[in-house]
């Protein structure tokens, strides 16, 4: 939610909020103004409340399975079929959002924290601070995932770590191997922005650095921070399941939406076994556009020119 | 593309293994059965070829419509499109690794044996073979008159000359010519000597070989060689450097059903008659090698773009293919099973009893039901049912059976504990369980097993890796159960299950085996060998060194208008594609 | 600007040394090697020793470090183990037909991605914007394959409007215009796919980009002069909000050869993604080291004529 951005504004401008009118209760008045982006903000809490809740209420066990009743269309005893195994669809898609959501929003927080700070202060300070950022970015671009993941899941098997807790690791690694096309994007526009009067006014002032960047060089950088945000959580959640294959992912049968999606993988399934796609499919989808909601919607209220 | 490449790759891993997946499509077991060609069985090198035992066909459906047939197949009356994953370009039989580039070399060279769809051997290029008494000598007669397509004629010397590119010290192919006992090929492959001692070209159709030692896979080592044309090859090629010969990969020459006539990495293999072909020349004037993946390779044949594939064997593809109605299906044994390793250096599963607990206490028939239906057994000894040493007499069938599980492991000593977990002198029964992530089965297989387990009294904990990173754990040691497949070579002898074996590095010893194994190499008599088998097979079944999961079946969709393939688990399609007819 | 470009090419050398130290111990690190990934159940222990001595793979791996460097300087790349073939004959073989497919997708989708970021900006949230935004998030919340096999289902197998895949039609002994259009047909739906899959997040950049650049003061002034909408938006709004984007097409350049992996692999495409992943699955070591090296050269590239492309975009920007 609003956790990505959150911390940029919310840290700086608390203290010295004299009037009524600070730029964060400005924000927030016309955020709650916009009623898309509360209908997003719900959307989200709801579906929180639905998968870390919803389980109990479940009468299936996630360990249950029956070879009999497996593909089973939508019924009465469940809601929403059952996959190959016999087990119930509605419970593991709940189970799975717990995961696939807190993949979703941890990476892209990690992301955005690691990409916006790094971009602004390559951009900002420029030469040599920007040569080593800029250069670590590039060798972080040129690495292969793949072998590096590789490794990894061999690493954390070796050390015996809990596979329940290698999510954590993943949601870390999918943050940092993520995190440099935002990085060069936030440099990009700081290197414009630092050029424009206002910072030049902000040099008169003899702010210090700090507050340059973070009160004025970053949040004119909010709107593709916030876009990279929205796009980045679909991402994670998708590309989880491709990890769970290196063992730093999920271990079945804890599911993820990504897993799911991906276990009816050919045209029958595709044709014939709707059910078993759609609802993780939905999920996703539902999720990534009220995120975009809730970004736009911060975009709008957070944006320094317009005044309302 | 805004997603970086990089994170594409790990996506794209999550498509391999996904798509991949259902197919069993796992390379390794896929590889090698194909790799191993040169140790499968001989029966008897002399016998005429006999028409193909019943049996083979069982797996085959037979095409219920063909007029269904697709216009695009139909029209298409001089050229077979067969479809298969891409080879890596390596025409060589010398350095060929993957199955698909197998296919290729086996339509374009020939060896002295041919193997049968049983998978017992026939004369192919030798009219004669005489070996002596002691299994020590072979003396090949080449057939007359044959020649490659290149125009030049076969000779003897191009065996001798095969031979030597095989021991040669930059050889890097998979075959192991060293491990042959050729007398002189150890000098050859050192460069202490430019010839090897023990073939002797007698004339130009008659070559002979002296071993030091016998193996009862001697005669199909020797005889399984792909001859290839010293005139060809040999142009550029001194001792200790096979570059030359590596260069013509691409452009093969030998004396086989089919020539290369051009060829598009990636994409197709077009192959042109071999007019002059010493059994008659093919039926079919082209044959097309066409890459299809998983994705596109049930679709393709539908649309009639390809008249042969190998599509993953499930319920749901068996009955899609079904009703298309114009494809004769050919469901096979695959050369391969799926097992758990115990680690053996590990105490605890140095008791059989504990090994046999682990098996009754396991739902295998659901775990392999639930992913291949009925299309895959569950196994109890490490042989392929169709394979002449297959047994299943006095083998314990190890049906799910959760009482007698726990009765073993109380006898054993690890009983029930305070905490639920069974204990034996204060150690907790704990198994760190790591699965390859390339294997459809692991779907089904852990969360069963976890269940299982957990109603045994036993702590799991479970994983999903990179195959290579448990091969890795393998050869350290480092683990406590784990679960992979593999090919299976069609003679049983093996180094998987005696002691100190190269592919025994879980550590598994039982003297009994390991006599019953020594005995079984060295013995000539097929029937001997036979009875040596059964007795070490029931001692596996006892012993239960690996708890065996299952084999499972591919499955080759044939166009019915293509008829003629003679298929088996041993003999793949190509070896009969000089016989196949299309139907107009 | 010639020295900035320079000084950032001389930058690249040590750059392309450190990148090559950590991809070699990342391969050194990788669990197996050729010969385990090959799982020869027969193969013999001294046959494994004998290959690890060809391949040089027996050699502590600091020297197959400088080994493999010091021929790399040289410009020579080695010897695929899967292909039998030098890593650069590989490569050429397979990266144009990677490279055919990536040039059209990046021409479609930024062209595209430019029109409705543009649209979806100046009516924002208007209907159409809603239906874009919409259609964007559901190409990225479905996994690539799943789009891919769709439309196979739909336009190959139901409308029969195109090959269900390969590159050209099997035994067609075409050139010229026959093989041209033979071949046009076979890439439209790898085409089509990797366009989709690239404008979703295209398009919402641009159109950020374009929202900020609307509400600019100069873009106020235009309206005011009483310039025609057309030209504000087009020509004055437009040519701004495309500068942030400059960076984005730089990281196009690796993406151009590095092959779409997914989409090969459905549509039986012959690119190099799917020769690289099994490189790596294989542990074939000179083809994986030498490819990611070529991609880490693109990537360096492609960064370093963005950060040029910016500074003459934006004269306010020094770069230094």
Known sequence: MSADVMPITENKNTKKAKAVDTPWKTALRRFTRNKLAVIGFITIVFMFILCFIGPFFSPHNLYDYSLKNKNLAPNVTYWLGTDKLGRDILLRMMLAGRISLLVGFVATFITVVVGATLGALAGFYGKFVDTIIMRVADIFMALPS???????????????????????????????????????????????????????????LGLKDGRKIFKHLLPNTIPVIIVTATLSVAGAILTESALSFLGVGVVPPTPSWGNMISAANNLIDFRKRPWLWIPPGMCILITSVAINLIGDGLRDALDPKTKK | MTKKWNLMLVLLLSLTVVLSACSGGNNKEANAPAATNDTKETVDTTTPETPVAEEQSSGLIKATDVSLNPELAKNRKDTLIVGMVDPKGVFNPLFMETAYDFYVNYAIFDSFLEVKADG??????????????????????????????????????????????LLDKSYDGESDPLSYHIVGAKEYNEGTSNDISGIKVIDDNTVEVSLTEYSALSPVELGGVYIMPESYYGKGYKQGNLESVKALNS????????????????????????????????????????????????????????????????????????????????????????????????????????????????????????????????????????????????????????????????????????????????????????????????????????????????????????FNAIMDKKTKGDFDMFFAAWGLTPDPDNTVFITKGAQNDAGYSNAKVDELMAKGKKEMDLEKRKEIYKEMYQELNKDVPMILMYQRTNMTSVNARAQGFDLSPYKEFPFSLYQVQLEQ | MKQYIIRRLLQMIPTLIGISIIIFAISAMVPGDYITARANPNMSIEKQEQLRAIYGLDKPDYQRYFIWAGNMIKGNFGDSMQHKQPVTTVINTYVWNSFVIGIFALFFSWFIAMITGI????????????VVTLLVFICMSLPSFFIGLLLIKFLALDLKLFPVGGMSTSGLNATGWTYF?????????????LTMLSTGGLTRYFRTSMLEVIRQDYIRTARAKGLKERTVIFKHAFRNAMIPAITLLGFELPGLFGGAMILEQIFAWPGIGHIYLNSINMRDYPFMLGFTIFLAVLTLLGNLLADVLYGIADPRIRLK
């Open chain 2, 251 to 466: 452009k093969p020459v030998g004396s086989g059903q089919y020539k290369i006539t051009s060829y598009k990495a990636g994409q197709e293999i077009v192959m042109a008659a071999n007019e002059n072909y010493f059994r008659g020349a093919p039926v079919v004037k082209n044959v097309i090698f066409k890459t299809t993946t998983d994705s596109t390779n049930m679709a393709m044949l539908q649309s009639g773009e390809t008249d042969m594939d190998n599509i993953n064997v499930s319920e749901d593809n068996v009955e899609e293919l079904k009703a298309l109605g114009f494809l004769d299906i050919n469901i096979l044994p695959n050369n391969g099973y799926g097992y758990i390793q115990f680690n053996h250096n590990d105490k605890k599963f140095q008791d059989p009893k504990v090994r046999q607990a682990l098996t009754y206490g396991l739902n295998r028939s659901e775990i392999v039901e639930g992913i291949y239906g009925p299309y895959a057994d569950v196994i109890n000894i490490p042989q392929s049912k169709v394979s002449w040493s297959f047994t299943d007499e006095n083998i314990e069938k190890y049906d799910f059976n959760i009482e007698k599980a726990k009765t073993l492991l109380d006898e054993a000593g690890w009983v029930v504990g305070a905490s639920g977990i069974r204990e034996k002198d204060g150690e907790k029964f704990k198994i760190n369980f790591s699965a390859t992530a390339d294997n459809p089965v692991v779907e089904s297989l852990l969360p069963i097993m976890t269940t299982n387990y957990k109603e045994l009294g036993i702590e799991i904990v479970a994983e999903v890796l990179d």
């Open chain 1, 146 to 204: 793949l072998p590096i993941l590789i490794i990894l899941g061999a690493v954390l098997s070796d050390l015996k770590v809990d596979p329940d807790i290698r999510i954590y690791y993943l949601m870390v690694i999918i943050g940092i191997l993520n995190w440099t096309t935002l990085a060069r994007l936030v440099r990009g526009q700081i290197l414009t922005l630092r050029e424009q009067e206002f910072m030049q006014a902000t040099e008169a």
């Open chain 2, 120 to 165: 017992s051997y026939v004369n192919s290029l030798a009219e004669k073979i005489d070996v002596s008494e002691d299994g020590l000598k072979y003396t090949y007669h080449l057939k007359p008159g044959v020649t490659y397509t290149d125009g030049s004629p076969m000779k003897a010397s191009d065996y001798l000359f095969t031979m030597k590119l």
């Open chain 3, 119 to 130: 649209f979806s900006a100046k009516f924002q949230y208007s209907f159409f914007d809603k």
């Open chain 3, 181 to 193: 259009t033979d071949v046009l047909k076979h890439s439209f739906l790898p085409i089509m796919v």
